[in-house]
């Protein structure tokens, strides 16, 4: 459903490492329609494997340490200006549930910062000149970038693709995709385009 991620998935079920699902057998389908395991498109099947008990035996009177490979989930942004160069520099905070963290964007003005895999939503707080920008992010929504709405809404966040009332979607669609092209030296094509511009929009966004 919207909103869900494997993370999410996988704490739900008690698994502490989503790719344990991702990698089950029974997930070959859905590793061969998302390459990314991060980001699924609402409908996508998962299937939930089994949990293994593992039983561990030892002498009692004993201190043993256990060690759990938790897979931590990551909010990650990148600030840039009109122009496309980054917001490097800036100090911010992440808000949510009643938590209060602070950083300040890197050289190529990411945020990146470990959430709570269930987390639906965060309030993100920068300072930029004399003035705080707020951002409310819903996490988990994002399409698979080789799904149109996914492509979109990567083509919307950079600033490529803007809402005009009573201008067509498809036309708006187009533009955005050969203003993406032209300012990254992409030959021009139509919906879908190639995995050179997939790639590339994967490593601007960061997804």
């Not at 709405?149 to 990567?154: A, I, K, P």
Request: a negative charge; glycine letters at 8%.
């Amino acid at each position: 459903m919207p909103g869900e991620c494997l993370a999410s998935i996988a704490d739900r079920y008690g698994f502490t490492n989503p790719l344990v699902i991702y990698n089950d057998p029974a997930n070959q389908g859905l590793r061969h329609a998302r390459t990314d395991p991060n980001v699924l498109l609402a409908g996508d099947e998962v299937a939930i494997p089994d949990a293994k008990m593992r039983i561990v035996t030892g002498a009692t009177e004993q201190r043993y340490r256990f060690v759990v490979h938790r897979q931590p989930v990551y909010l990650k942004l990148r600030l840039v200006n009109r122009d496309g160069s980054p917001k490097s520099g800036l100090a911010y905070a992440v808000e949510y549930q009643g938590r209060v963290v602070h950083g300040t964007t890197d050289s190529g003005g990411g945020i990146v910062h470990e959430v709570p895999p269930h987390l639906p939503s965060a309030e993100v707080v920068v300072r930029d000149g004399q003035e705080d920008r707020r951002y409310q992010v819903a996490l988990g929504y994002l399409d698979p970038v080789e799904e149109r709405e996914g492509l979109r809404q990567r083509l919307k966040s950079l600033g490529y693709y803007v809402d005009v009332p009573g201008i067509p979607d498809e036309l708006l669609f187009r533009y955005a995709m050969y203003a993406y092209e032209h300012a990254h030296d992409l030959p021009p094509q139509h919906y879908p385009p190639d995995q050179q511009m997939y790639h590339k929009l994967r490593l601007d966004y960061r997804s």
